[in-house]
């Protein structure tokens, strides 16, 4: 399961992240109108914003409250959630943790779905655990998550049958909860046991100026973990797992009348406890005032410093609360593009720095700046940060920089606007989940692309600029420092800190901002011409070759109304660079992609792109170069010019090159601290066996690599068109852009020298490989397990080893997560490439407890050995295939999966008609070749143990 922290970026970097944080919650703040210039639009008034007109909202006699939108994005499916207002934040002294543990034992046995009934008949439906079934657990809310196929009445009726079980019918079985306990602490293991962890502990009282939530983290205490009794867990489910703090949402394609009578019937029995506790609402109290907490460990291997101004949450539920949503939109905008300047120096300041206004915690937003610093430069890094603050709150942001914004602000609208019809239903989701947690407006995209067009010129820069005075002050300030316990003495006491932060803007002057009014391109390239064309009815694909020789694979699709996605691709990179020169040609692309084009620097040329849709960037890989990316199809143009320039006028920047050496060196210097990096350089080198280019560059690589020398590889690499494969996949007509591909792509300049790659053998050596990296304080241990060798690369063996992958994910949840109670989760991943050599790997990994690797190592091999003897079990089997022909008619529908087809079979030689005849090929998998493929590929003579254990006492 997953915990949620509704937090800002600050709090994110020092709270224990348990999950995914939604950081892109529209809470904004709402300044005084006595403080702020009053516009046009202010002075009529805020009225409510109207509800989306094509959602149902509802609520049954018993409080239970419900959305419903019919949505065919994906189709044949739906999206079911249960939404608590249900937290840790609730727990008693005694139930800490208990809330996540609930949350736990709702896929441990509900009425009419006992023990692992619940999760075993999902998979056979085609609902992977974990992928797709999931839930999470935060401070104030508990939200499951039910993904399901529509296309089977059956199926879909039961998934609200579950959606109740979950709400009111979970049994709490007492030896289930003993079994739990143990993976819950597992997961506390995954997710903590860090220098992450320790630090919290340190600092949250502080961050949340010691209010209940520095003392209610969803994960709980181990003691209360290991001893609560079940009445202790069936009280807090009793008293808060209620209907009128629930809401079941449903979005998807389906009958949104018979969803509503299936609401009503499985939801309308569930009762309110007698008497009813009220829900507490709980804040994070305003403190007059700057606190400070500097904070050190052993194995945290940065400077950090984090500047966070609390502010009072703002719930965006009228139209001028959007007006002001629109103003801090453009504010983190401007802030963002000023902190990337900063980044392009020469001598970048910081490593890493952003500054932002979001959703904080306990109905609280903040003001946040974070930054990262060299350890003998960590001054300079804060003040750096401190300064560009003062800046923008002493001088504001200038015009030229507030009408980029408001063009960036209304593309992302307009595309949200095209896509208003293939918006994904989880999207849906999320804006109602908040709609009933927090009271947002859910207007709808029309209504708010209206808004946007019709209101953006009423938003005038005067009223940013005072909003940023406002919204940057050293009232109800908190500032946090955390850094290595070796660099203590680095580290600023708190009267320090206050005096580098308060001082950092003297003497800063306004912004200038540089800007030009050239064209990215003077004239268009003289065009090439199409010289042969090829259609494939059955993929719907057009093959074009042009007369420089490139081949343009194109597939127009309705699956979004504004997106084409683009991969250009050859045969070659860094194989070819000399062992002298791979350094410099590893960080090629990356250079050059953040370096501009032509004349024009980085910064010149993301303002110049501010009011487009388009991405566009080059990468260069051990076997293959090229360039992908992504953009709206009135942006074609734009993004062939941009496709052109990385071929024929890259950009050569010193002070980007040096700037990156630098923060790398940095990055470098306190790498070992870190019990996971160094376990990770171990592992590296295992796989690339000890092959320098498959292991983390060091200072003396840095030392000796160069621009010229990235510089010269990459326009080697571009040099030569003539073998390159471009696949455009998207929302186009092929028979119109056509003169545009012809014009930049058909143009681009030929050698013909049939480059390809070289096999330079970066894989484990062969034989059993056993290796244990001692680090770390805590009892966190670590293993993975190698199985590697060569193979018959062609799509029955990759669907056989697909099929394996997935039996022995459900095989090992059951025995190591379920039966030994040992892990969280087993990591599962067989990989297999037809270039530049046939080969598999199969790679098995988890977190426990030091004293039990022996044993979970040893049960995982007994589990493989079960399956080479007997085969997969056909229940197994039968998930397998219900899964992945779901996961396949899902995937049909996405431009990014075709994209990913149509380049594999081109760059692996295959035909890409394969995927047609997928679903029916898995009857090829059965009991016998689960059994074959086992043995032949999880073979014990080829195997690599990599282990981390914590340090010898």
């Not at 994906?74 to 005694?94: C, M, W």
């Not at 056909?874 to 899964?883: N, Y």
Request: glycine share 6%; hydrophobic share 35%.
């Amino acid at each position: 399961m997953n915990f949620n922290k509704t937090l800002s970026v600050a709090a994110l970097a020092l709270v224990i992240a348990y999950g995914h944080a939604d950081a892109q919650i529209k809470k904004r703040p709402q300044t005084s109108p006595r403080n702020r210039p009053v516009s046009a639009l202010a002075q009529l008034g805020a009225n409510p914003l109207p509800v989306d007109k094509d959602v149902i909202i509802g609520k049954l006699p018993n409080g239970l409250t419900y959305y419903i939108r019919h949505n065919e994005q994906p189709q044949n499916r739906a999206e079911l959630y249960l939404v608590n207002k249900v937290g840790s934040i609730l727990e008693t002294d005694a139930q800490q943790g208990l809330a996540h543990f609930t949350e736990h034992m709702a896929f441990n046995g509900t009425r009419d779905f006992p023990k692992n009934d619940l999760i075993n008949y999902l998979q056979k439906s085609g609902v992977r655990f974990g992928a797709d079934l999931n839930a999470y657990t935060s401070f104030d809310e508990t939200v499951y998550q039910l993904p399901l196929p529509t296309d089977s009445a059956a199926v879909f009726a039961n998934g609200f049958k579950i959606l109740a079980n979950w709400a009111g019918r979970v049994t709490f079985d007492p030896s289930e909860i003993d079994k739990e306990r143990g993976v819950v602490l597992e997961e506390e293991r995954l997710r903590g046991k860090n220098a992450q962890e320790r630090l919290s502990q340190q600092t949250l009282p502080t961050l949340l100026n010691n209010s209940r939530y520095a003392t209610r983290l969803p994960i709980g205490k181990e003691d209360i973990l290991k001893t609560f009794t079940p009445e202790t867990i069936k009280s807090f489910y009793h008293d808060w797992y209620r209907p009128d703090l629930q809401a079941v949402i449903a979005v998807g394609d389906f009958d949104v009348k018979k969803v509503e009578a299936l609401i009503k019937a499985n939801f309308s029995d569930l009762k309110n406890p007698t008497p009813e506790k009220p829900r507490a609402e709980y804040t994070v109290p305003p403190s007059p005032g700057t606190a400070v907490k500097v904070a050190t460990d052993k194995e945290f291997p940065y400077m950090l410093a984090q500047i966070i101004v609390r502010h009072p949450q703002i719930v965006i539920k009228t139209d001028l609360g959007m007006l002001q949503g629109m103003r801090v939109q453009l504010f983190n905008y401007m802030l963002a593009q000023r902190i990337s300047e900063l980044q392009q120096k020469p001598e970048p300041p910081f490593l890493y720095a952003r500054l932002n206004y979001g959703g904080f915690l306990g109905k609280m937003d903040a003001f946040t700046a974070v930054v990262v610093g060299k350890p003998d430069a960590f001054e300079k890094a804060v003040k750096a940060v401190a300064a560009e603050t003062e800046r923008a709150r002493k001088f504001g942001f200038t015009s030229t920089e507030f009408e980029r914004a408001k063009q960036a602000a209304l593309v992302g609208i307009q595309n949200a606007y095209y896509e208003r019809d293939k918006t994904n239903s989880a999207n849906y989701v999320r804006e109602y989940q908040q709609n009933f947690l927090k009271g947002e407006g859910i207007p709808g995209i029309e209504y708010e692309y209206n808004y946007y067009v019709s209101n953006m010129n009423k938003v005038n820069l005067e009223e940013v600029n005072a909003m940023a005075k406002k919204l940057i002050t050293d009232q109800n300030r908190v500032i946090i420092v955390e850094g290595p316990e070796k660099d203590k003495d680095k580290l600023p006491d708190d009267k320090t800190i206050l005096n580098w932060v308060n001082t950092a803007g003297n003497g800063v002057t306004a912004y200038v901002d540089n800007v030009t009014s050239k064209p990215l391109m003077e004239k268009a390239p003289e065009p090439g011409k199409i010289v042969s064309e090829t259609q494939n009815d059955a993929l719907g694909t057009t093959t074009l070759t042009l007369s420089n020789g490139i081949k343009v694979i194109l597939k127009p699709t309705e699956f979004k109304n504004d997106q084409i996605l683009l991969n250009g691709f050859a045969p070659g990179g860094t194989s070819l660079a000399s062992d002298n020169d791979y350094t410099s040609a590893s960080l090629a692309a990356a250079i050059i992609g953040s370096s501009g084009l032509s004349e024009f620097n980085q910064g010149m040329l993301d303002k110049m792109l501010s009011d487009k849709n388009v991405d566009i960037s080059p990468y260069i890989t051990e076997i293959t170069e090229g360039v992908r990316g992504s953009f709206s199809p009135r942006d074609l143009q734009t993004a062939m010019q941009l496709v052109y320039l990385y071929f024929t006028q890259p950009r050569k920047d010193a002070d980007i090159w040096q700037g990156n050496i630098n923060q790398t060196k940095a990055l470098l210097a306190n790498r070992g601290l870190d019990p996971g990096s160094v376990y990770q350089d171990t592992l590296s080198a295992v796989l690339s066996n000890y092959n320098f280019r498959g292991m983390p560059a060091t200072v003396d690589r840095l030392n000796a690599a160069s621009l010229d020398k990235a510089y010269t590889f990459y326009k080697n690499r571009f040099a030569d068109a003539s073998n390159f494969t471009f696949v455009l996949v998207g929302s186009f007509n092929p028979e119109l852009i056509r003169p545009t591909l012809e014009t930049y792509l058909g143009s681009l300049p030929v050698t013909n020298k049939k480059e390809s790659f070289n096999n330079l053998k970066l894989y484990p050596a062969a034989g059993q490989i056993n290796k244990t990296v001692y680090k770390g304080m805590d009892d966190k241990a670590v293993v993975q397990l190698i199985f590697s060798g060569s193979y018959t690369y062609n799509n029955a063996n990759n669907m056989q080893l697909d099929a394996l992958e997935e039996v022995l994910n459900i095989k090992l949840i059951e025995r190591l997560r379920e039966q030994e109670s040992g892990i969280y989760s087993p990591g599962i991943k067989i990989n297999y490439n037809k270039n530049p050599e046939a080969r598999y790997t199969a790679t098995i990994n988890f977190t426990c407890a030091s004293a039990n690797v022996d044993k979970l190592i040893a049960a995982t091999l007994d589990e493989i050995n079960k399956i080479k003897q007997s085969g997969a079990q056909q229940t197994d089997i039968d998930k397998f295939k219900a899964e992945e022909a779901r996961s396949t008619q899902v995937q049909l529908k996405q431009n990014v999966a075709w994209l990913g087809i149509l380049s594999s079979a081109a760059q692996n030689n295959e035909d890409p008609e394969q995927i047609l005849s997928h679903v029916k090929d898995l009857d090829n998998v059965t009991i016998q070749s689960v059994k074959e493929t086992a043995n032949k590929y999880l073979n014990t003579a080829n195997l690599a143990k990599v282990i981390l254990m914590p340090e010898k006492k």
